[in-house]
């Protein structure tokens, strides 16, 4: 049975940090796409991070750029999402994703880059709670 489980969320001020982890069970990274969503009631999911893993690349929704970095080790079957400079718009519940690395969709308009991509497994999530 697959199991990820997330941990790190918590209650931050503006301009904080946290480390978010997502430790996987059932099976290995290799060959995936790991990543983050964050998810907002009465919003769509966010894709915030992802990471191939069988060349190392990563992605970011234009919203973090600058001040979110997805890592992972694969000795311990963990993924990570190193959080910085959050601010109350960060607000939500993070899951973190594997899924197929075929997937991964920038969706660029004139405002901004969005990324997506389709998962088989994702994990309960950990809140996050940015205070202004």
């Known amino acids: 049975e697959v199991q990820l489980v997330e941990s790190g969320g918590g209650l931050v001020q503006a301009g904080g940090s946290l480390r978010l982890s997502c430790a996987a069970s059932g099976l290995t990274f290799d060959g995936y796409v790991v990543g983050w969503f964050r998810q907002v009631p009465g919003k769509e999911r966010e894709g915030v991070a992802c990471m191939t893993t069988a060349d190392g690349n990563t992605y970011y929704d234009d919203a973090v750029k600058g001040r979110f970095t997805i890592s992972s080790d694969n000795a311990k079957n963990t993924v990570y999402l190193q959080v910085n400079r959050l601010t109350p718009a960060d607000t939500g519940v993070y899951f973190c994703?594997?899924?197929?690395?075929?997937?991964?969709?920038?969706?660029?308009?004139?405002?901004?880059?969005?990324?997506?991509?389709?998962?088989?497994?994702r994990g309960q999530g950990t809140r996050v709670t940015v205070s202004s």
């Open positions: 994703t594997v899924g197929d690395p075929d997937t991964i969709v920038e969706i660029t308009t004139p405002d901004r880059t969005s990324l997506s991509w389709e998962f088989d497994y």
